[in-house]
């Protein structure tokens, strides 16, 4: 149940763009995007909602493909802020996430 | 203010010892969970309550035990402490059990097991 992120790893440089994808093998209710900075707790950015309602406030954007059960997050015009790692949180209608393996980002000047 | 409080930070003991972790939320949420995050920053769903009734029961071993006396708090207490305990132990809460609320996380209890 556990969804696929890849990769699981990115480097990229300030201004440099990067594309995490989530793929899930079950039918997906909403998709949930989470931060988390190292020593941190993991930080909601967004969610993305069967019938292509989203939700979030961070200057992040993400796709939500219903058929092929799978979301991007794209990361546009890097910022050393943007470092850490992203999990990508899977909703199949039973009151839970379960959640990938998440995605380190460093982002260097 | 915190919106969702966890105590203590750090949690450092021995095998076989038995402890307890605390969760405080002040967000007004009905639903409060569990998670455990490894080593390798997995991070996997323990238990969930939503006004202080169980809905998430993860296979987890029944030397870990949640109470919620109110919607507002949820506590786990684990008995009889494994190596394998070791982790770091996250809280959060949502508004509900509905799809699409975000789940806002506690800063985490570091368990270490000597």
């Known amino acids: 149940q556990q969804p696929v992120q890849s990769p699981q790893a990115v480097i990229l440089r300030e201004g440099e763009d990067a594309v995490i994808n989530c793929s899930s093998s079950?039918?997906?209710?909403?998709v949930h995007w989470y931060r988390q900075k190292h020593g941190e707790a993991p930080v909601f950015l967004m969610i993305?909602?069967?019938?292509?309602e989203q939700k979030g406030h961070e200057k992040i954007s993400a796709s939500f493909n219903e058929k092929k059960q799978q979301s991007s997050l794209y990361l546009t015009a890097s910022q050393l802020s943007y470092s850490g790692t992203y999990f990508c949180?899977?909703?199949?209608?039973?009151?839970?996430?379960?959640f990938g393996a998440g995605t380190t980002v460093t982002v260097r000047a | 203010d915190t919106a969702v409080s966890q105590t203590p930070k750090y949690l450092v003991t021995q095998m076989g010892n038995d402890k307890s972790i605390k969760c405080e939320q002040n967000l007004g949420h009905d639903t409060m969970y569990w998670y455990k995050q490894d080593s390798k920053k997995f991070l996997k769903i323990m238990f969930s309550y939503n006004n202080k009734e169980l809905i998430i029961n993860e296979t987890v071993p029944n030397r870990f035990s949640p109470k919620s006396p109110d919607k507002a708090h949820l506590n786990l207490h684990i008995n009889s402490l494994e190596l394998g305990d070791s982790a770091v132990y996250f809280c959060a809460s949502s508004q509900g059990l509905e799809t699409g609320q975000p789940q806002h996380f506690g800063d985490g209890t570091r368990l270490s097991i000597l």
């Open positions: 079950k039918a997906l209710y909403s």
């Open positions: 949180g899977t909703d199949i209608g039973d009151y839970k996430l379960s």
């Open positions: 993305l909602l069967k019938g292509g």
